[in-house]
C-alpha cells in the first residue's frame, strides 16, 4: 500500500513538474513576444519622429525662393528638404486645365507647404509656397505694384495687379482660390501667379468671369515658374488632398 501511494505521489510530481515547465514556456514566450513588440514600436516611433522633424517641425524661410527658383538643378532640393513627403508624376497645371507629365514633390513644414516640379528631373521648373504664418516676404515678385503689404497672408489685391495679370479661379471639392498670373522680365525673367481668397462669393466669377470680383481679395500663396511662351507654361496649385 505504501508503495502504491509512493507511486502516485511520484506520479504527480512528474505531471506537476511538466505543468510547471508548460505554463513557464508560455509565460517566456509571451515575455519574448512583449519586448520584440516593444522594440518594434519604439524603432517605428522614432522613424516617425524623425521624418516629422525633418519636414513637418522646420521652418521654411521665405529666401528659399532665392536659393530654389526655376532652372536650378533638383538636387539642390534634395539637399535643402531631403526626401519629400509626396511624389506624384503628373500634375493638373492652373490655367490650361490639363493634366501635365511632370515630376511634382511636395513638402510640408511647419509654417508653410511647398511643391517643386521638374519635367527632366534635372531641374526645377516651377517652385509653388503656400505660408501659414505672415511673415513670407516676396517684395521681389511685387515690386511696383502697390500692395497694401509684401507679405503672403496680409497683401490684397489692387487694381494694378490685376491690370497686368491673366486670370482663373481654381474650384475643387475643398478648395476655392483665385489665380492672377503675370510676368516680370530683365532681370528676373520669371512668370510669377499669386493664389487668395476672393471676398464676395465665387460662384459669380463663373458666371461673368469679371477679375474685379477678385479686388482686395487675400493672397495666400505664389507659384514662380519659367518665362516661357504661354502654350508651354506650366503653373500649380497645393489642392487639400494633396496635404493628407
Known sequence: M?????????????YMDILLNFISAIIGGLIVWAV????QNNRENKKSKHVQIRHKEKILDFEILEKLKPGMHIDLMKEYFGNPYKLFKDDDEVFNEKLITTNSYLYSFRNADIKITSKDNLT????????????FNITKFVEGLNLNSSKINLARVNEELLSISEHTFIAARLDYCFALKYRIANPLYLTITLFGVMEGDFHEYFETEDPNLFLNGLITGICISEYT???????FYIYEYELR
Open 2 to 14: 505504501r508503495m502504491f501511494v509512493s507511486r502516485i505521489n511520484k506520479l504527480g510530481t512528474i
Open 36 to 39: 520584440q513588440q516593444l522594440y
Open 124 to 135: 526645377i521648373d516651377t517652385v509653388t509656397v503656400f505660408p501659414r504664418d505672415k511673415t
Open 229 to 235: 511662351d504661354l502654350e508651354n507654361e506650366n503653373i
